[in-house]
């Protein structure tokens, strides 16, 4: 299915060259408070880096293609170490792959330092303080605003756009993907109002515990973009502060306010459920009420960044809207 990046005309008359930032910005110095401390950025950021999950989006959005950034480990399906979203955008920007940092065992700080950046951003991170202190001794660090891995995507765009010294593009840069989200949701309204849980990655041979992710983790939130509601059942479940909760099988009916299930696996996992006779009870199992995301690119945007939202839109409400039409 065919992608569109239109949102982002407003900023082709951004200057690009090597990962250099070259448009107006921001009075300096700019001070960016975040969980693990304040950041001074004294001036114009030209050479930028970035670390962990797609914090390179931002500024490829804004038209800025960085010197350095992790390299894709989860739904890389042509293993150049760029998801689909990113190749298409650096295309889009007639730029050369920057140099892919390996995050396998952790930040590579080596490989960091020799990108030579003035900025590094990491406002979607799961950085320790170990790790931001490391990273500050390169260069002024844009850390996440108040948990590790809880950033939404617009937090994401606000502070790396500010760490960039484009705060206005950062907005504008939400508006329009809000635009985009609403355009596209008008074709599906049996979506609007309906309850939807994120299961975790289920094993079809052992079904004897359901492991869903919370309020906390960013793949629920982003379904409040998409026009679903919240059942109670996970509201209460997510009072502990985790990212992801568990139960028993033997107590899945607490989950009867949930419409859809949306979860990572194929139809073989939907058999087993359904052929599960504790999770057969779940009214969104029984009605086949589930979205099966695999690791492919669908799946892995599940998690909402700047460009991947866009993306995958289209595919991912379709799938939904599918899953509605099934619930009672």
């Given at each position: 299915m065919p992608r569109s990046f239109r949102f982002f005309a407003p900023f082709v008359a951004i200057f690009l060259l090597s990962g250099e930032v070259g448009q107006a910005g921001e009075a300096y110095p700019i001070t960016i408070r975040h969980a693990l401390g304040a950041t001074l950025i004294s001036e114009?950021?030209?050479r930028v880096a970035t670390v962990a999950w797609a914090n390179?989006?931002?500024p490829l959005a804004l038209g800025v293609v960085p010197v350095g950034f992790a390299a894709a480990n989860f739904g890389d399906d042509d293993d150049d170490g760029l998801l689909p979203w990113v190749a298409e955008r650096l295309s889009e920007l007639g730029a050369q792959k920057p140099v892919l940092f390996d995050e396998g065992d952790g930040i590579?700080?080596?490989?960091v330092a020799a990108t030579q950046p003035d900025v590094i951003l990491a406002a979607y991170s799961g950085l320790s303080q170990s790790d931001y202190d490391m990273l500050s001794r390169i260069a002024p660090v844009v850390a996440y605003p108040e948990a590790p891995w809880s950033t939404d995507w617009r937090e994401m765009i606000r502070l790396n756009s500010a760490g960039l010294g484009m705060a206005e593009d950062g907005e504008r840069l939400i508006t329009r993907i809000e635009t985009d989200i609403a355009s596209e949701l008008e074709r599906y309204p049996e979506i609007m109002g309906r309850s939807a849980m994120f299961v975790t990655h289920l094993d079809a041979s052992d079904l004897s515990l359901v492991n869903f992710y919370t309020l906390q983790d960013t793949r629920v939130r982003f379904f409040k973009d998409l026009g679903l509601a919240m059942?109670?059942?996970?509201?209460?479940?997510?009072?502990?502060g985790g990212f992801s909760g568990s139960i028993s099988a033997e107590r899945v009916d607490a989950f009867d306010d949930v419409d859809i299930v949306v979860t990572y696996g194929d139809r073989a996992l939907i058999d087993a459920m359904?052929?599960?006779p504790l999770l057969a009870r779940m009214p969104a199992v029984t009605h086949d009420?589930?979205?099966t995301l695999g690791r492919d690119p669908v799946g892995t945007a599940a998690n909402p960044t700047p460009l991947s939202i866009?993306?995958?839109l289209r595919d991912y409400l379709a799938l939904l809207?599918?899953?509605?039409r099934k619930a009672k």
């Open positions: 114009k950021p030209r390179h989006e931002v590579d700080f080596e490989a059942p109670s059942s996970v509201t209460q479940a997510s009072h502990d359904k052929a599960n009420a589930i979205v866009s993306w995958v809207a599918e899953a509605a």
